[in-house]
C-alpha cells in the first residue's frame, strides 16, 4: 500500500487528474509499443488489433487512476487479477497481460511529473506482479453452493427463453419456505453474477444477457410484492436512501437492498442506478433521511462513491452505508471513501439499519 503522507494532501487526486486526462493518449502509446515488441498480442483482437488492445488499456488506466485517488494498490492488483483469469479460461496467453502492463509503465513514466509517478510506480507494478502470476480461478455458479441447485435452474430456465417459469421456479422456493433474503443471496444475485462472467467469457451473447438481467428483475418484483404483502412488521421512522453511484449503471444490488429494507419495515428510497451526486444530495434533502445506502460495483467507481459522500456530509448528517464488487475484499476501503460501514450483503446492510 502506499505512504502518501509526506507528499502534499491532494497528491493522489492530482497524480489521478493527470492519468485520466492522458488516459487515452498513455494507451494509444503503450498500444504501439506492445504490438511492435509483440506482435503475436495482436493476434487477441485479429483485424481489430490496435482498437483493441487501445481500449483494454485505456481501461487499465481508469482503474490504476481510481487506485492512485485512493491511495490503494490492492485495487488495482484485483482488477489485473481479474483479467488474468479471464484471459486463461479463454485459452488466451496472460503473458500479453504483462508486457501490455510494461508498455504502459513505460508510457507514463514518460508522461508523468516525479511526484506524481512516485505515488503512481507501486501501485502499478503490484499490477504487473499480479499479470505475472498464476490465473485464480474465476467464481462460478455452483450446484454445491447454498441454494446451487434452484439457482442453476432458474438460470438454465431464463436462457432458454422461459422467463414466466423461472419466476415461478424461485416463488415456489419462496412458498417453501426459504426466506427471500436467501433467494435474493444465493439464488437471484449469484445467477446475476454468473451471467457477468459468461458474457466476460463470451459464453453467452449481449441479448441473452439482457434476457435473462430482465427475468432477474421480474423475479425480484414477484417475491418483494409477495414477502410484503405477507409481513407486518413494525414501521420504522426515517428513511432509507438506496442507490448507485453516478457512472454505476448495475441496478439489481441495490434493487435488492431496497427490497430487503421495506420487508424489514423502513421506508426504502429507491433512486435506482447512475445516480448524479447532485440528485443524491437533493434526495437527502427532500426526504425524512434517516440513512443512505450507497453502491459502487467498478473499481472507477470508488473515486465517485467518495465525492458522493463528502458532498453528502456537507449537507447534512447522515449515516451512510457502502456496498458493492467495487470493495472486494478490503475491509479498509469504506473508510477510505468516508463511509460510516460496509455491508458486503444486502441482508447485512439490513442488519447494520437496526
Known amino acids: 500500500m502506499t505512504d502518501a503522507s509526506t507528499l502534499q494532501p491532494n497528491a493522489g487526486a492530482f497524480a489521478a487528474t493527470l492519468l485520466r486526462s492522458a488516459g487515452r493518449a498513455i494507451a494509444s502509446h503503450a498500444t504501439e509499443s506492445l504490438l511492435e515488441a509483440h506482435p503475436d498480442a495482436g493476434l487477441l483482437f485479429g483485424k481489430r488489433a490496435y482498437r483493441g488492445w487501445h481500449d483494454y488499456l485505456t481501461q487499465r488506466v481508469d482503474e490504476l487512476a481510481a487506485a492512485v485517488e485512493l491511495g490503494t494498490d490492492g485495487l488495482f492488483a484485483r482488477d489485473i487479477s481479474w483479467s488474468v483469469a479471464a484471459f486463461a479460461a479463454r485459452q488466451v496467453p496472460t503473458s500479453t497481460i504483462a508486457y501490455g502492463l510494461e508498455a504502459l509503465q513505460a508510457a507514463i513514466t514518460a508522461d508523468l511529473p516525479p511526484k506524481s509517478l ?47 417459469d423461472a419466476i415461478d421456479h424461485v416463488l415456489n422456493a419462496f412458498n417453501a419456505g426459504i426466506p427471500v433474503g436467501e433467494l435474493y443471496e444465493s439464488v437471484l444475485l449469484p445467477v446475476q453474477s454468473e451471467l457477468g462472467t459468461m458474457w466476460h467469457l463470451g459464453e453467452v451473447s449481449v441479448p441473452e444477457e439482457h434476457a435473462a438481467t430482465e427475468a432477474i428483475r421480474g423475479a425480484m418484483s414477484v417475491l418483494a410484492h409477495t414477502a410484503r404483502a405477507r409481513s407486518n412488521p413494525k414501521r420504522r421512522p426515517g428513511a432509507v436512501l438506496v442507490g448507485a453511484v453516478e457512472g454505476d449503471r448495475h441496478d439489481i444490488g ?61 449537507a447534512g448528517e447522515y449515516r451512510v452505508i457502502v456496498g458493492g464488487n467495487a470493495f472486494g475484499d478490503d475491509n479498509t476501503l469504506a473508510g477510505r471513501v468516508g463511509a460510516d460501514a460496509y455491508a458486503p450483503t444486502p441482508t447485512k446492510a439490513v442488519e447494520m439499519l437496526g
Not at 502499478?124 to 434452484?150: D, F, K, Q, T, Y
Not at 443512505?292 to 465525492?307: G, M, N
Request: aromatic fraction near 2%; include cysteine; charge should be negative.
Open 118 to 164: 512516485a505515488l503512481v510506480e507501486p501501485i502499478l507494478e503490484a499490477g504487473i506482479e499480479a499479470a505475472r502470476g498464476e490465473a485464480v480461478e474465476v467464481p462460478r455458479l455452483s450446484s454445491g453452493a447454498r441454494h446451487g441447485g434452484i439457482a442453476l435452474e432458474f438460470l438454465e430456465l431464463v436462457l432458454q427463453g422461459r422467463r414466466q
Open 254 to 314: 441495490v434493487r435488492a437492498v431496497a427490497d430487503l429494507i421495506e420487508i424489514a419495515g423502513h421506508t426504502a428510497i429507491y433512486l435506482g442506478a447512475d445516480v448524479p451526486t447532485r440528485d443524491l444530495v437533493r434526495a437527502c434533502e427532500t426526504f425524512d433521511t434517516a440513512a443512505i445506502v450507497l453502491s459502487a460495483t467498478l473499481t472507477i467507481h470508488a473515486p465517485v462513491i467518495a465525492d458522493a459522500i463528502r458532498a453528502i456530509r456537507d
